[in-house]
C-alpha cells in the first residue's frame, strides 16, 4: 500500500497542485487560501501534502523566475497558452530548477502524463518540447551524464 511519500503519493500531489495553480492562475486567490481549501474540502487520499504545499505555495511566489525560464522556450504570447498548460509548465519547470533529486526525465514524464490528463488533446507534446528546452538549459550536466536518452 503506497504511503503518502511514496512515488504515487507524488504523482497524487502534483495533480492537485496542477489544479491549485490553475485555480491560481485563474482566480488569483491566494496560494495559502488554496492550500487550505485543498485540505479542508477534498479527500487528499494518499497525497503527498508536503510536496503538494510546496508546489501549490512556491510556484506562484517563484512565477517571474519560473516565467523567465519558460518564455525564450515558448513559440508563442504566454496568454495563448492554455491555463491548464501553463500550471503544468509552471509545475515542471519547478521541478527542474528546484528539485534536483528527481530526474529530469521523470520531470518530463510527469508533466506529459498531467497533460494527457488535465490539457488538450495532443498538447503533451508541446509541454514535452517545451520542457525539454528548460531540461537542456537547467539539466545540462545531468542530461549530459546520459546523452542516449532520447526523450
Known sequence: MPTAGSHKGRVRARRCAVQAVYHWIMAGTPPADIVGEFVADRELIKVDLEYFSEL?????????????????????EWGQIDPVERAILLIGTYELRFCPGIPWR?????????????GAEDAHKYINGVLDKIARESRAVEIAGNPTVNI
Open 106 to 118: 521523470v520531470v518530463l514524464n510527469e508533466a506529459v502524463e498531467l497533460t494527457k490528463m488535465f
Open 56 to 76: 501549490a505555495r512556491e510556484v506562484p511566489a517563484r512565477f517571474d523566475e519560473l516565467f523567465a525560464g519558460i518564455e525564450p522556450a515558448i513559440d508563442r
